[in-house]
């Protein structure tokens, strides 16, 4: 068969492949901060009331020039446009079934709840580590921030000052013993 007439693809057209996200538990809700919320919230804006707009007359302006096939700015800008339509699609999808939770209502509270910071023990290394327990859309890993779905943060939801909580890693069991919790004030 010659390759001349079918439709070459980047590889890249399906939803998931784009978004590097894990996905939500089944009938699970997408808790959130006020924060990450506005923060999807104004990358949405961003997308939908100035980048994708300019990419479309960039479009509209290279369709003009002639012959496509060759025409740079029509092919990137069409890709491009592609990128944000989904990207669109996956903020739009999120922060529908957002179920934004603030934290701060637990200030004082000595319990892990969404939201808290958890200064922990692991009694196995001696080594204490302070983690931030946020929603999957907007935990960072580099600023200490897990989401609320990770193995760490399900051990230690529920979990109080001075609890031991068995922690199950790929390298086995862990005994970890939470020594402070923190809220933001609100």
């Keep these: 068969m010659s390759k001349a007439f079918t439709k070459e693809t980047d590889g890249d057209d399906s939803e998931d492949s784009a978004q590097a996200l894990p996905p939500l ?7 959130i901060t006020p924060a990450g919320y506005a923060a999807l919230r104004a990358e949405l804006m961003q997308l939908m009331d100035h980048e ?4 479309v007359e960039t479009v509209h302006w290279a369709a003009k020039n002639g012959d496509r096939s060759e025409n740079g700015d029509y092919l990137y800008g069409k890709k491009r446009l592609r990128e944000i339509d989904r990207r669109i699609r996956f903020l739009t999808r999120r922060l529908e079934i957002a179920a934004v939770t603030d ?4 200030h004082g509270s000595d319990q892990v709840f969404f ?20 929603g999957i859309d907007e935990a960072e890993s ?15 939801l529920r979990a109080r ?9 790929p390298s086995g069991a862990r005994l970890i013993e939470v020594l402070a919790v923190e809220y933001p004030q609100g």
């Design 161 to 169: 000052v001075g609890d031991e909580i068995k922690l199950i890693t």
């Design 103 to 106: 934290p701060s209502t637990h």
């Design 115 to 134: 939201g808290a910071s958890v200064t922990y023990l692991d009694c196995d290394t001696g080594e204490e580590r302070r983690v931030t327990i946020k």
């Design 52 to 55: 994708r707009p300019q990419v």
């Design 25 to 31: 538990p089944p009938g699970g809700r997408n808790y």
């Design 142 to 156: 580099a600023r200490g921030e897990v989401s609320w779905i990770s193995p760490i943060a399900r051990a230690l």
